[in-house]
């Protein structure tokens, strides 16, 4: 991909300020968290009469797609499979001009992503809308994915699809934020905007509510690059005035709200990650180290990470710099036992890429403006929404996960030494007895606390 920024200068973009109501900003509720979760979702309405349809929000993907009646290969989630004969406004796509996969004469798709997920399907037409007050939210006429086949992620996901929003140069269909922009009469701009808080958060098409701005904050506006992804240029990570990472090293910067972590080059990674260290040790912090990249908090659980560093996150706005405020409580995560708080931004390895991913936008509020290709910053207080399914008693809120790296790492080498133990014979017997048990125990509180988690980490970025 290549890496060109359109360098504008400061434009002063003026938009109403966000208030409810005739202003053409569409608002629908999000949900989700990074630690229960690993993503945030959206409710689709889809199709006469509507049906539910929960989708994760994914700035790095393009397709709005989701399981459908009659898939062969489909798990089980938050709502029903879309049923397109009970919708009478739906239209199936038959192959032809600009369809590159066909499917039993309709055209297909097949899309796979970063962490080796994939998802095919047939595409078809039909009204959608994101849910919300039903004057605010209108439907539009879109392009979607009806799923027939999903692997890995989707196949385990407790939400049914995906709501890819980023700008489409996959299949050469339209895509539903396309579609939603052509809506002049209720969407106002070609503009988007998330606010996430630790649970759930808002998404507004059509502008943005600035309301959700922490009390005297303003918009920070960055260059925005958006030709088949949404890019920015990040220039330096700096924090109590010592540089981290400059320039060069950060490669191609996404901005994907589909990827769980912040993932930054492997240099860059380890100098952050030991900058910290030096910076917290000695409960420096408030806190004690739990592993490699987790800090128990002194003050007990309920707490934040107060006593850590804000990091700056320099990037480039036309000639200038602006700095972006990444605080700890978004670029750590909490565990679930509450004390404990872990990294957010994880290592890309050789990967010339960086990926500003949910750690990137929490507590925020992130507007795309693809009109004049800005990204614009705010530190935020978003509203916080805890998902109740009401369709389906099936699936309560997963619980905030106890499933801690350090507590993983502690199994596998307990089991590990177990086995050793016990392969040394008579004489370590009884030892080797205390670390089985011991181990037992560690696996069964785990196994107890594992059962509602989703997942780890996740990148819902279409592989190249
Ligand atoms: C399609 O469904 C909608 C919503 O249920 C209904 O109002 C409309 O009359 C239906 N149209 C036709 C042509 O059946
Ligand atoms: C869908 O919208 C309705 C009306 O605003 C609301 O009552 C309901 O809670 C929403 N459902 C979800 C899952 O957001
Ligand atoms: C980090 O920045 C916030 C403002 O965003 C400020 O309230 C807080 O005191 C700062 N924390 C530290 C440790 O400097």
Partial sequence: MAASHILLFCLTVSFGE??????????????????????????LLVGSPPQAVSVIVDTGSALCGFPCVGCSHCGNHLNPLFNMKASNTSQSLPCGMGCDRCQADRCGYLESYTEGSS?????????????????????????????TDERKLFYTQTVNGIFGLAPHKITGSSNVLRDMFKDQAHVRDAVFAFCLAEWGGMLTVGGYDSSYNAPGETLSWVNLHHVGYYGVGLQQIIFDGIVVATQRSFGTTVVDTGTTFTYLPQEIYYSLEQALT???????????????????????SHAFPSHFPNISLMFTSGSLQVAVNWPATAYMFRGGRGDVWCYAFANNGMSRETVLGISFFLHKNIVFDTTQSKLGVAEANCP???????????????????????????????????????????????????????AYCMMDTEDTNDKDTEMGSRLVYPAK
């Avoid at 805890?386 to 089991?415: C, G, M, W």
């Fill in 384 to 438: 916080q929404h805890h998902y109740h399914a009401k369709i389906n008693t099936d699936f309560p809120e997963p619980e905030p996960s106890f499933d801690l790296p350090p507590a993983r790492a502690a199994k596998a080498q307990t089991q590990w030494v177990a086995i050793m133990l016990g392969a040394a014979g008579v004489l370590l017997l009884l030892l080797s007895c205390a670390m089985c048990a011991w």
């Fill in 278 to 300: 030096n910076r917290c040790s000695n409960e420096k912090c408030a806190a004690s180290a739990e592993g490699d990249s987790c800090w128990k908090l002194t003050s007990g």
């Fill in 18 to 43: 966000g208030a409810v109501g005739n202003d053409r900003i569409e608002h629908t509720r999000l949900y989700g968290n990074i630690n229960a979760y690993a993503y945030y979702f959206a409710e």
């Fill in 119 to 147: 998802i095919s399907g047939v595409w078809f037409k039909d009204l959608v809308r994101l849910n919300g007050s039903d004057g605010d939210n209108q439907a539009v006429f879109a392009s979607l994915g009806c799923h």
